[in-house]
């Protein structure tokens, strides 16, 4: 079962994804943290965004790979663990401005792919993966949430991670990221038309979690998901 999950910053994407996995015993896949570790890569490599040719070239050589449970997931760069290094503002701006880059995009895209044909079954969350990676997945999810919502959350999560940034800063991020993401030319952020949307809005983990379960369960057990 190959199970896609997408929908912009901040709508819990990662940790439902996690818990699906956990849950399914299948393999999960971050693309997200491919694009930060891609990144990270351009950033030690000296190499400027606006560079898209080089920029490109870099990412094509770029040693990326994911290993461990998903609980313990650690994206590597040329051998090396990179989970923590991935996971700053400098590098979070780079990954979003690179991965409107088409070739950038591909080469990702086409890792990811072998990446989830190569496990069998898997759990990926991203911005186009039911729409542009696998879009013949089994089950597609839409997370969404509003925009104050999924500040507030980053916020929280940026608080515990001891970074300085207010709410107004991060709001004002996720608005940019939300424009830049759904303005790209090469896939766009957008939910695929089999998709089921969930907003989160007002709702936890669980809910959400429980909610997900339950579309599995009825496609597993030959039922027609209806999109809501």
Not at 55 to 62: E, L, P, Q, S, T
Not at 81 to 97: G, L, N
Not at 154 to 178: G, H, P, Q
């Amino acid at each position: 079962m190959i199970i896609a999950i997408d929908g912009p910053s901040g709508a819990g994407k990662s940790t439902l994804g996690r818990l699906l996995a956990r849950e399914l015993g299948l393999l999960y896949i971050d693309t997200g943290a491919m694009y930060r570790a891609a990144a990270l890569a351009v950033i030690e490599a000296g190499v400027s965004t606006a560079d898209e040719a080089e920029v490109a070239r870099v990412v094509g050589r770029a040693d990326i790979n994911l290993v461990g449970d998903p609980d313990s997931l650690q994206v590597m760069l040329a051998g090396r663990d990179v989970s923590r290094e991935i996971r700053t503002e400098e590098v979070s701006h780079t990954a979003s401005v690179i991965s409107a880059i088409p070739l950038v995009r591909r080469t990702l895209v086409a890792r990811q792919r072998e990446m989830g044909q190569r496990a069998g079954g898997v759990v990926l969350d991203g911005r186009d993966v039911g729409t542009g990676v696998f879009p013949s997945a089994d089950v597609k999810f839409f997370l969404t949430a509003a925009p104050e919502e999924r500040a507030h959350r980053r916020y929280e999560e940026d608080r515990v991670k001891k970074r300085d940034a207010s709410f107004e800063e991060t709001l004002a991020e996720i608005n940019t990221r939300d424009r830049r993401d759904t303005t790209r030319e090469d896939s766009p952020l957008a939910a695929a038309p089999d998709a089921v949307r969930l907003d989160s809005t007002g709702l936890s983990i669980e809910e959400v979690f429980g909610r997900m379960l339950e579309v599995i369960r009825e496609k597993r057990g030959g039922k027609r998901v209806e999109a809501s």
